[in-house]
C-alpha cells in the first residue's frame, strides 16, 4: 500500500477552476471516500448535496461572499485583519487585498466551480456531528487532490445563522431545530493554474509535544 502521506502533503486549497466538468466516475470516487469516514458509533450522520446547476452554484457563490464577509468585516474593524498583510509594502496593494477579503469576494468561488458539495449533518440524538462531518470532508479533499482535482473547503457561509438558513431555504433541507445542521459547502474543479504563492506549514518541533503539554524532548 502506497504512503498515503505524500498525497495529504501536496494538496492545496484550490480557488480557481477551468469550466471543464467533472466526469461522474471521479464524482462517485469522491462521493464513495465520503462515505468511508469515520465516525463516533458508527453513526454516519453526513448527507450530501452534489450541485452541478449553474443558477444554483451562482446563488451558492453570493451566500459564500456573505458569510464570509460578515467575518471578515469583524476582523477588519477590530483590526486583526490589517497585520496578516503588513507584509505588503504597496498601500494601494494593500488596501485592495483587504478589501477582496472583507467584502467577502475572496469565498465567492462557488459560483465558478464545475461542482458543489454541500455538507449537512443530522444532529437528533447524535453528539459527534461536527466531527464527524470534518473527516468525511478531508476524505473528499484527499480523494479529489488523488484524482487530479481541486477542491476547497467553505465554512464561512455555515458559521452565521442568516447565511446558513439562506443555505437550507436554497437547497430545500428541513429547517427546525435540532434536525440538521449545514457544516460547509466543498468546491471542487480541474485547478486553473497553480497557486503562487502556497501556505507554509508550522514545523513539528513547534506543534509536537511529547507526554505532557509543552515538554518537547522525545522520551
Not at 466526469?23 to 458509533?41: Q, V
Request: aromatic fraction near 8%; hydrophobic fraction near 35%; charge should be neutral.
Amino acid at each position: 500500500m502506497g504512503d498515503i502521506l505524500d498525497v495529504i502533503s501536496t494538496r492545496q486549497s484550490i480557488r480557481r477552476y477551468t469550466s471543464e466538468p467533472i466526469p461522474d466516475e471521479m464524482i462517485d470516487k469522491i462521493l464513495e471516500a465520503a462515505r468511508w469516514a469515520p465516525s463516533g458509533e458508527n453513526e454516519q450522520p453526513w448527507k450530501l448535496i452534489v450541485v452541478r446547476d449553474p443558477e444554483t452554484r451562482h446563488q451558492l457563490g453570493e451566500i459564500a461572499r456573505q458569510g464570509t464577509g460578515q467575518r471578515v468585516t469583524a476582523e477588519y474593524c477590530l483590526g486583526q485583519l490589517q497585520p496578516r498583510f503588513e507584509g505588503i509594502k504597496d498601500v494601494e496593494q494593500r488596501e485592495s487585498v483587504m478589501k477582496f477579503m472583507y467584502s467577502g469576494e475572496v469565498s465567492k468561488f462557488p459560483a465558478t466551480a464545475p461542482l458543489v458539495i454541500i455538507v449537512v449533518g443530522e444532529l437528533k440524538g447524535m453528539f459527534d456531528t461536527p466531527y464527524d462531518l470534518s473527516a468525511c470532508i478531508e476524505n473528499m479533499l484527499l480523494e479529489a487532490h488523488s484524482l487530479g482535482l481541486g477542491a476547497c473547503w467553505v465554512h464561512g457561509p455555515a458559521v452565521y445563522p442568516r447565511t446558513a438558513e439562506k443555505l437550507k431555504k436554497l437547497l430545500k433541507i428541513p429547517t427546525g431545530i435540532g434536525q440538521y445542521k449545514v457544516l460547509a459547502m466543498v468546491t471542487f474543479g480541474w485547478p486553473d493554474g497553480k497557486r503562487k504563492h502556497p501556505r507554509p506549514k508550522k514545523n513539528i518541533e513547534d506543534i509536537v509535544y511529547w507526554e505532557e503539554f509543552g515538554r518537547k524532548e522525545r522520551s
